[in-house]
């Protein structure tokens, strides 16, 4: 997966903050996202959704990757490197305390988080950001916007935004790159993923694969560090939402 992160030069940044949240109508932005093709499909595109909010900045990444090494959760951005790297190891953080059910209720709903105080920001830029999560197939992706300290994004745009977003990334090669993740379980794994999703308890599965119960335990703790979830309830429903069980 190609990681794109770009220092935005202070020209431009002063260019992108001067566009008018409402400069442009939601029809003449799908057309923008239609006329729009090439390589740079992802980061044109990500820059008119983020203009068309009122946002200065963007930043694209893999929500179900969030929790490995490194930045490859991020698909693209415009966000100041540092900024990125500092970031993430809040994300990762935070996205681990969030249960399967919180996550499913982000979907398309708009939310405002702040970053830490220690963090330095290019100048105007506020410290709040809006979050926009969204699903492409088994994929869930979450589209990060800054935007100037005075500036309000309308909760309609954001809203826009979220849907568009997720064409933008379907008509992309973006979530391709780790999409076999979600088949790295072995078939053993699956097996107890079923049963537990079935009711089953360790020592009925133990009697029905005719192993023992501390091997059905070990699958069962395996499955839940792939899959990121922290309880049999939040694997089950990991399960069924990427179609497993």
Partial sequence: ???????????????????????????????????????????????????????????????DLIQESGLDFVIASDW?????????????????????????????????????????????????????????????FSLLLLANEAAVLSPERLRDVGLLAGYLASSTRCFEGKLERDFELTERELECLFWIAEGKTSDEIAMILGISRNTINNYITSVMRKTATKTRSEAIAFAVRNNLV
């Fill in 1 to 63: 997966m190609d990681m794109q992160i770009s220092q935005v030069s202070k020209g431009d940044r002063d260019a992108r903050s001067s566009v008018p949240a409402r400069a442009i109508s939601r029809e003449q932005l799908v057309l923008q996202l239609s006329a729009v093709s090439g390589p740079a499909y992802l980061q044109a595109g990500l820059h008119a959704l983020a203009s068309y909010a009122g946002a200065s900045h963007y930043l694209l990444v893999r929500s």
């Fill in 80 to 140: 100041p490197f540092d900024l990125v790297r500092r970031l993430a190891t809040e994300l990762t953080s935070g996205y681990g305390r969030i249960g399967e059910l919180e996550k499913c209720m982000a979907l398309f709903q708009p939310s405002l988080a702040a970053l830490p105080d220690d963090i330095a920001l290019p100048d105007g830029i506020g410290r709040q950001y809006h979050a926009l999560t969204f699903n492409v197939g088994r994929t869930r």
